[in-house]
């Protein structure tokens, strides 16, 4: 059963470690149905009161009618590559990397992520894509274990199907590692995200600096690769997520019949539908669909495929997920906000929505009993800005 979204839980009790409890008051607070003037107190790391009203006790932040939003919940970032590998072979060091890419995301109000990684590389290959997920999972699940990070991680396996070493990689996580999610790509050129050829061009030789025969070679190296091992790793990465207890979501469905093969597998969300139909299948199936923020923001997809905005329109949209720009994600909520006249609606789509596609019970709401997740959120014309972001209670941007 959920907590009751207003009132209050228990006596006061000061945090254990001494910490001050945290008060936000005058405050317009996003709930999940409702936009209400009042306050909210996290004590010991969870919300333990959420009151309605104008006024500011002492020693209460007043936030002037600010907005006090759920911690965001990011389900797939990309941007930890960009810190890892700042530019193409220019490899940084991994903790400073970790550290910087887990501050900058509490600094665009994400107190969750799930850190994409990828597992299965190619052999012989121009474009370099080489294993490193094990190494990076273990450096991160240490630095977390040691309390390095501002806000919440887990791990993300985005499993390339097409590859040539997908299971011997996924063979060495376990349950231990707590994977959140697996998600099951399939990058082969001409279809999904890169049905257009002059796209993943584009995307591929521009980044990793090949030339027109380099990619050729490319291509046709990852197309053998989809014959030989595709049916195979497809069922071997469910396989893995089962066994680490994972969810498992689908990845660049692009026709009914793929989502179809998506929901059959066992997949609670769709990653970035590549289609109109492919979207609408979801609906039907019982999959949420999610799209990234950049999509919205700019209004189309850097890979010439569907426009988030225009599900968004058609209320097949669910989740959405900042993919590599962080900061996309609270931008893409006010401007979903603005479409649907539904700051909650809008809001759900980065807290709560994500919370519950992947089974996390303790957040994703303004609720009592939940994590004191929370950030305040202005208006400077259209744009929110963030005036503070809290994980647990504590302040971390
Ligand atoms: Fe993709």
């Not at 490193?132 to 887990?154: K, M």
């Not at 799209?291 to 700019?298: C, Q, Y």
């Not at 997809?301 to 590599?324: C, P, Q, R, T, W």
């Not at 979903?336 to 807290?351: K, M, Q, Y």
Request: aromatic residues 6%; proline residues 5%.
């Amino acid at each position: 059963m959920n907590p009751p979204l207003v009132g209050k839980v228990g006596a006061s009790h000061p945090h254990p470690d001494g910490h001050a409890p945290l008060c936000l008051a005058n405050a317009q607070l996003v709930l999940t149905d409702q936009v209400l003037t009042g306050r909210i107190i996290v004590q010991a790391g969870v919300v333990t009161d959420i009151l309605e009203g104008d006024d500011v006790p002492p020693g209460a932040i007043d936030c002037r009618g600010d907005y006090v939003l759920p911690g965001l919940i990011e389900l797939h970032t990309d941007n930890l590559e960009r810190h890892i590998e700042p530019r193409p072979e220019v490899n940084w060091p991994h903790l400073p990397a970790l550290v910087a890419h887990d501050a900058e995301l509490a600094s665009t109000g994400i107190t969750t992520v799930f850190d994409a990684l990828r597992v299965g590389s190619i052999h012989n290959n121009k474009a370099r894509y080489k294993a490193y997920a094990r190494d990076l999972a273990t450096e991160l699940l240490a630095a977390r274990d040691a309390g390095y990070f501002r806000i919440s991680h887990f791990l993300h396996l985005r499993a390339e199907t097409c590859s040539d070493t997908l299971l011997e990689e996924m063979a060495e996580f376990g349950p231990e590692d707590r994977v959140g999610i697996v998600s099951l790509m399939d990058h082969t050129p001409g279809q999904r995200q890169f049905r257009d050829l002059h796209a993943l061009k584009t995307y591929v030789a521009k980044k990793r600096g090949l030339s027109d025969a380099d990619f050729d070679e490319h291509v046709a190296n990852l197309k053998r690769l989809q014959r030989l091992y595709g049916a195979k790793h497809q069922a071997g990465a469910v396989a893995e997520a089962n066994r680490y207890g994972a969810t498992l979501a689908s990845h660049d469905d692009t026709t009914a019949e793929q989502v179809e093969t998506s929901q059959k597998l066992g997949a609670h969300f769709a990653e970035f539908p590549t289609t109109y139909e492919a979207a609408l299948a979801c609906r039907a199936s019982g999959l949420a669909v999610m799209m990234g923020a950049p999509n919205i923001i700019r209004g189309m997809s850097h890979s010439g495929n569907v426009s988030a905005m225009e599900l968004a329109k058609e209320g097949l949209l669910d989740i959405v997920s900042s993919d590599y720009v962080p900061s996309a994600l609270l931008l893409s909520a006010f401007r979903l906000s603005d479409v649907w006249n539904d700051l909650p609606r809008a809001v759900s789509c980065v807290t709560a929505n994500p919370a519950m596609a992947v089974g996390l019970t303790d957040r994703g709401r303004l609720a009592l009993g939940l994590r004191g997740d929370v950030l305040r959120v202005t208006l400077a014309g259209d744009a929110p800005l963030i005036r503070g972001v809290w994980s647990q209670g504590h302040r971390v941007s």
